[in-house]
């Protein structure tokens, strides 16, 4: 007997058969796992959009507190500058009224001097 004889149709159909299996049994497989995959991308995909209109949120938020804080800055500085102004006023005021009082203060002064240097009238 001679080992080169040709596969019969029925052991070549089966291994047809048997390769077209394994093929479909691979597929299958592959199929399971590019779902899985994408069922993965899809959740990624919502947690990248979650995250970013949460990032987009905080941002808004910042530039609103940005904007808020400039406008206060600008409040506190345009108050600082009247009150810088108002210590000024007040500084001249304080030294015009220091000014009358030490006048006043000199006329009672000649005032008492003049009466005998003791307050009392000698009349």
Known sequence: ?????PESIETRLSRVEEIFTNI???VIAQNETINT???S????TTNLNTFAE???HNIN????QIAETKVQADQDRAQADQDRAQAAEDRQQAAIDRQAWQTEIQRIWQYLLQQGGNGRHNG
């Open 41 to 44: 991308i899809n959740t990624l």
């Open 54 to 56: 949460q990032t987009n």
């Open 24 to 26: 479909g049994e691979t």
């Open 1 to 5: 007997m001679t080992t080169n004889q």
């Open 61 to 64: 938020l910042l530039a609103q």
């Open 37 to 39: 995959l994408a069922n």
